[in-house]
């Protein structure tokens, strides 16, 4: 079992940065691949950004690269997710969540575990 809590969300303005932070108990962290998704208001949850379990491969959804970086300290056994440049439509719930392989994955259904999300607000 794996638990994840999200922090580091708030409401900033349209240019800002925020760095998210998802911290994992269990001892196999390092073994497992981690992914960021998030949600708006009446939208479906979607993918931002994987990691494998080393934080040698890493992928994005088109929206965010240039912008959002994922990464990942196993010595800590937590994700981050920097995030420059917001937008507003960047505003929804960030969540966490890891899967008992080793290998991203953009799917959702692939993911094991989940955070209980963070909310992020960027006003313009």
């Known amino acids: 079992q794996v638990q994840l809590v999200e922090s580091g969300g708030g409401l900033v303005q349209a240019g800002d940065s925020l760095r998210l932070s998802c911290a994992a108990s269990g001892r196999t962290f390092s073994s497992y691949a981690m992914g960021w998704f998030r949600q708006a208001p009446g939208k479906e949850r979607e993918f931002v950004a994987a990691?494998?379990?080393?934080?040698?491969?890493?992928y994005y959804v088109d929206s965010v690269k240039g912008r959002f970086t994922i990464s990942r300290d196993n010595g800590k056994n937590t994700a981050y997710l920097q995030m420059n440049s917001l937008k507003p439509e960047d505003t929804a719930v960030y969540y966490c969540?890891?899967?008992?392989?080793?290998?991203?994955?953009?799917?959702?259904?692939?993911?094991?575990?989940w955070g209980q999300g963070t909310q992020v607000t960027v006003s313009s």
């Open positions: 990691i494998n379990w080393s934080g040698g491969s890493t």
């Open positions: 969540a890891a899967r008992r392989y080793s290998g991203w994955s953009s799917t959702l259904y692939e993911y094991d575990w």
